[in-house]
């Protein structure tokens, strides 16, 4: 008896996580499935109250593919694969000083060019 | 049993751990022409590249300590395929070698191996020379 019961409350606790993670799929956005879009995120660690400090962050596009033949002929150092990528950057910001350090406190943002993604 | 109940709540923890971490870069089925003016001839053919979105930031404060990078959507492993371009002279090279992904990750561009850029309008057709 005390067997069926615990049997029972285990197939209920595993009904109610499956619902719980079909649920967790069907409420996001399937094409951007775990990437959120570029925009302001509050940092935590500058921030005051009443003087909130704000940094872009978010997901953008990119892509890479093989050079086409044309272009490599017109590289310098010709390369096999041609990458092209946007970055989560700041589009308007405000130069701010919080307990003397000069920070950068963004204000709008959007995916533009990259400037720090080459090794 | 309850071993297993155990482990199956785990996984809502686990998916949303992994969907916040997860980016949509990957594999994609793409058209690239390929043009080749000594042999006049262009031709198109499908292959297999990288892309999607990657997580990336601009920081409110820039440590000269702690690196910045930003990571992009890039091959991580791949394979090379040669085709032979049609209507090629004699002593003209009629080969064309090009890099098919296997796989696509989230990374720094690797200068060695990859010319990184911005994201320009890809030309997809042949417009000056015809295929014989």
New interface residues.
Partial sequence: MILMI??AG?II??LS??I??GQ??LN?DV??????E?KL?E?N??SKPGAP???????????????????KKT?LVP????????????KEFKRVFVND??????TD?HCS??????? | MMRVVVLMMLVPILVSAGSECKASCRLANISITVESEECRSCITINTTSCAGLCQTQERAYRSPMAPYVQNTCNFREWTYETIQLPGCPAGVDSSFTYPVALSCECIQCNTDSTDCGALSMQPSSCHTFSHY
């Fill in positions: 615990k049997s285990a606790l595993l996580v499956l719980q993670t967790l799929y996001n094409t951007n499935f775990g990437c959120e570029c995120k940092n660690i500058f400090v704000y940094q872009c962050m978010g997901c953008c596009f990119s892509r890479a593919y093989p050079t086409p033949l044309r272009s590289m390369k096999n694969i041609t990458s092209e990528a946007t970055c989560c950057v700041a350090v000069k920070l950068v406190n963004h943002c060019t990259c400037y720090h993604h080459k090794s």
